[in-house]
C-alpha cells in the first residue's frame, strides 16, 4: 500500500504548505495539499464552498480528499487546517507519520490577522483564534506522532524539526 511519508496538520498559517514544499525537496518526493485537491476537483475557491454549500458540506469534500491522497500519494501531504474537526478524517489518519505544526494564539493573529479570505476568521480575529484553537488543540494532537512548535522559527527550521521529531 502506498502512503504518505509526512502528514502535516496544524492551524491556517502554521506553515503547512511552506514547510510541505521544502520537505518534499529535501526528501526529493512529490508534494500535495488536499485543499488544492478540493479547488480543483470542485472548480470553486473554498470561501465559494464555504458560503454556497456551508462548512459540513466542504469536511465532507474534505474527507474525500484525505482518503484519496492517503491512499495514493507517497510524498509529503499537508491537509486544511480544520480537517481534523471531521471524526472520520480523524481515523483516516490513524498510524501514519502525522506532525502538528503548533502556534500560539498571538503568533496567530499577527501572521494571519483579519485575513478574510479565510471565511472562518472575518471578524474580531484574536478572539476567535483563541476559541478556534482551544477547540482544536486536542483534535492536533489526538491524531500527531509529533508536535513542532514554528513560533520563532524559520520555514527551515521548521522542516528540519519535523524531520527529527518523525
Ligand atoms: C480551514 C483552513 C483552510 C481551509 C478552509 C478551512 C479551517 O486551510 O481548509 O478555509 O477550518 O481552519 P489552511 O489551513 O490550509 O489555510
Known sequence: MTAPLI???GPMGSGK???GALLADRLGVPYRDTDADIVAAEGREIADIFVEDGEEHFRALERAAVRA???EHAGVLALGGGAVLDEGTRALLAGLPVAYLSMDV???VRRV???TARPLLAVNPRRQWRELMEARRHLYTEVARAVVATDERTPEEVAQAVL???
Open 7 to 9: 502528514v502535516l496538520v
Open 17 to 19: 504548505s511552506t514547510v
Open 69 to 71: 491522497a492517503v491512499a
Open 106 to 108: 498571538e503568533e496567530a
Open 113 to 115: 490577522g483579519l485575513n
Open 164 to 166: 527529527d521529531a518523525l
